[in-house]
């Protein structure tokens, strides 16, 4: 079965910060993984995505995420945090049956 | 466009009631689909559907129904509401059944049972 796994329920940097928001998966043949933002009261906005190739996908509002196959993660980054960037965060793996799981999410605060 | 697009965006409703939660695409998307969100649970996939006339099951399907007589329209139906199906309810499309292919959330319909 599919899954995926946000340790952190919240991550607090300070703006200017490097942030880092950390998924890791458990697939069975490719993985197809996902990042998705939500602002308050909002529906999730897609980020980025990682089908195959290059291990450093670049996304929207200066994001990007590494995937570590050995390690089986798939953590968003960021090199300057900005206090906008304080949202709701999930990472997502979708299987070829059509579903996506998500992961229970990881509030990032972006302290001034 | 207008994307994927939800109605009503609150309600309210007694145990017991039944209602029906809107979902339309302008996309052309294939693939639809419906989620509730509950506090430290992420979201849990409720119904899909690959086209008109294909629907199938999700993790959480009991207590809802869902039908797709267009490529448009995916609503979801609840027969008889009931306190544990207070929640943010979502609504996505893609354009492929693909895995690579992300998908597009509605703004979301937060319900109350009570």
């Known amino acids: 079965a599919q899954s995926v796994a946000q340790p952190e329920d919240q991550v607090n940097v300070a703006e200017g910060n490097p942030l880092t928001v950390k998924c890791t998966y458990s697939?069975?043949?490719?993985?197809?993984l996902f990042w998705y933002v939500q602002y308050p009261n909002r529906g999730l906005q897609f980020l980025l995505k990682?089908?195959?190739?290059?291990?450093l996908v670049k996304g929207s509002y200066g994001f990007e995420a590494e995937f570590n196959k050995s390690q089986t993660s798939f953590h968003l980054k960021k090199p300057s945090a900005l206090v906008s960037d304080s949202a709701l965060y999930f990472c997502?793996?979708?299987?070829?049956?059509?579903?996506?799981?998500f992961g229970s999410g990881t509030k990032l605060n972006v302290k001034p | 466009n207008a994307g994927v697009t939800q109605t009503p965006k609150f309600q309210v409703l007694k145990t017991g009631q039944s209602m029906t939660l809107q979902c339309a695409q302008d996309?052309?998307?294939?693939?639809m689909s419906w989620y509730r969100q509950d506090p430290g649970m992420g979201l849990r996939l409720i119904h899909y559907?690959?086209?008109?006339?294909?629907?199938d099951q999700g993790e959480v399907p009991n207590g809802y129904n869902v039908s797709r007589s267009t490529t448009e329209d995916f609503p979801l139906r609840l027969l008889s509401a009931a306190p544990s199906q207070t929640s943010v309810y979502f609504c996505?499309?893609?354009?492929?059944?693909?895995?690579?292919?992300?998908?597009?959330f509605g703004q979301g319909t937060r319900l109350t049972v009570v």
């Open positions: 997502a793996v979708r299987d070829n049956f059509n579903k996506f799981y």
């Open positions: 990682y089908i195959t190739g290059d291990n």
């Open positions: 996309m052309n998307h294939e693939y």
């Open positions: 697939v069975s043949g490719n993985p197809y």
């Open positions: 559907s690959v086209g008109a006339g294909i629907t």
């Open positions: 996505a499309s893609s354009y492929s059944t693909a895995g690579n292919t992300e998908a597009f």
